[in-house]
């Protein structure tokens, strides 16, 4: 059970990354006209997957954890990390470019965004069929 609610998690993460790299992919004109290079927005994409799969597995093993604090600062430090490297990437790119688009960057925000509203989703569908709440 607790596999199939990992890897329940796991796949719809996975899912949204696949659907906005397919929106990614094929709106380039659109984003183009916005001012937003699809490069960076799809890099963006990808880091931010990786981060919340990693939270992702620390989350359901904190709930594993007989300390009820364990969660806490799982969450915390996820949010933490997931800040400091989305930070660390947007000043790598900043430095590393030789035009920097701050419309990419924006929107990568808003995948952040959007990625932690799904994390938070599937953080609360767990919390529900943990046996600590029962």
């Known amino acids: 059970m607790k596999n199939n609610v990992l890897s329940r998690g796991v796949v719809f993460i996975i899912a949204v990354f696949l659907l906005l790299s397919m929106a ?34 620390l989350y359901t093993r904190s709930l594993r954890n007989p300390n009820p604090n364990a969660f806490i600062r799982a969450v915390y430090g996820s949010m933490l990390v997931k800040m400091l490297v989305f930070l660390l990437a947007t000043f790598i790119y900043i430095k590393l470019a030789t035009s920097v688009s701050k419309n990419a960057i924006i929107a990568c925000l808003v995948l952040y965004g959007l990625y932690t509203i799904v994390e938070v989703a599937i953080i609360t569908q767990l919390l529900k069929k943990s046996p600590k709440n029962a």
């Open 24 to 57: 990614i992919e094929l709106l380039p004109g659109f984003l183009h006209d916005l001012n937003i290079d699809s490069k960076v927005l799809s890099g963006g994409n990808k880091l931010l997957v990786i981060i919340s799969v990693i939270s992702y597995w």
